[in-house]
């Protein structure tokens, strides 16, 4: 099972900042990640597939970047309704395993 | 608009079943695999279970293999996980995802999710 390690655990930002957050895959992975964001209550919502490509709808200050092992989700400045966690996922190999998330909050 | 309507949690005692059900509406549900994904109370996700389009393969979480059963009924546009011998730590909310295109595993809709509680 491919395990997904992402740092920092917690992230404290302003808004209008730029937030980097990263997923670091215990074996390569190709570029076969995702990030998700999910607030509270919610279900998360896909932002990025396939290490750098966004979703549907998604605004173009969030952009993912990496390949092989290691991954970066920037958000280039944050907006308010940024503040959520935030999820990594491999689909390279069985199982899909997610990473444990960020906490992006509010400095 | 695609739509991915969970529903059928609730309270089960340790050992018990229950079968959760996923209506889909808005997309051609025929033509896309789906997925189960999981979250703990507080914690992350924990993807569940996959199934193809027309059943002929599944594939779950090794610590769901044996317990549950993924399967999905074309004609009535919906996806079902039946879960048995059920442990305190299979209490989660349980969402269902459907795929980017089929066999994607990048999980481009999700449901709003159903609570499972498994407890005495």
């Known amino acids: 099972e491919i395990v997904l390690t992402q740092s920092p655990a917690t992230l404290s930002l302003s808004p209008g900042e730029r937030a980097t957050l990263s997923c670091r895959a215990s074996q390569s992975v190709s570029s076969y990640l995702a990030w998700y964001q999910q607030k509270p209550g919610q279900a998360p919502r896909l932002l990025i597939y396939d290490a750098s490509n966004r979703a549907t709808g998604i605004p173009a200050r969030f952009s993912g970047s990496g390949s092989g092992t290691e991954f970066t989700l920037t958000i280039s400045s944050l907006e308010p309704e940024d503040f959520a966690v935030y999820y990594c996922q491999q689909r390279n190999n069985w199982p899909i395993t997610f990473g444990q998330g960020t906490r992006l909050e509010i400095k | ?120």
Not at chain 2, 85 to 99: H, N
Request: net charge neutral; aromatic share 12%.
């Open chain 2, 1 to 120: 608009e695609v739509h991915l309507v969970e529903s059928g949690g609730g309270l089960v005692q340790p050992g018990g079943s229950l079968r959760l059900s996923c209506a889909a509406s808005g997309f051609t549900f025929s033509t896309y695999t789906m997925n189960w994904v999981r979250q703990a109370p507080g914690k992350g996700l924990e993807w569940v279970s996959y199934i193809t389009t027309s059943s002929g393969t599944t594939y779950y979480a090794d610590s769901m293999k044996g317990r549950f059963t993924i399967s999905r009924d074309n004609a009535k546009n919906s996806l079902y996980l039946q879960m048995n011998s059920l442990r305190d730590e299979d209490t989660a909310v349980y969402y269902c995802a459907r795929d980017s295109a089929s066999g994607s595993s990048i999980f481009d809709y999700w449901g709003q999710g159903t609570l499972v509680t498994v407890s005495s």
